[in-house]
Nanobody, 117 residues
Framework: QMQLVESGGGLVQAGGSLRLSCAASGIISGIKAMGWYRQAPGKQRELVASIIVIADDTTHYAASAKGRFTISRDNAKNAVYLQMNSLKPEDTAVYFC?????????WGQGTQVTVSS
């Protein structure tokens, strides 16, 4: 089993930055992709950014994140990060880390990001 723990969320003013971290522990093998999702109150969970490990770390971003967010990973630390710049109030949500292996997907517990106007 793999466990994921997110950190780095918080309250920030519009235009500010935050860096989310997600550390994986436990049995870590066969990772295909890593990503960040978010869920705002009353809305469905949506993909923000992903990094496809089995495709030379190809990255994908939601339209709302392009140009402002950057996903990266550290293979040695079994970690994935989300650098968020130029934050907007509409970025307010709980952000979840996701890791996809050949067998299943794993989720973290989420970290709250609140952007004030």
């Amino acid at each position: 089993q793999m466990q994921l723990v997110e950190s780095g969320g918080g309250l920030v003013q519009a235009g500010g930055s935050l860096r989310l971290s997600c550390a994986a522990s436990g049995i870590i093998s066969g990772i295909k992709a890593m990503g960040w999702y978010r869920q705002a109150p009353g809305k469905q969970r949506e993909l923000v950014a992903s990094i496809i490990v089995i495709a030379d770390d190809t990255t994908h971003y939601a339209a709302s994140a392009k140009g402002r967010f950057t996903i990266s990973r550290d293979n040695a630390k079994n970690a994935v990060y989300l650098q968020m710049n130029s934050l907007k109030p509409e970025d307010t949500a709980v952000y979840f880390c996701n890791v996809l292996t050949g067998q299943r997907g794993y989720w973290g517990q989420g970290t709250q990001v609140t952007v004030s106007s």
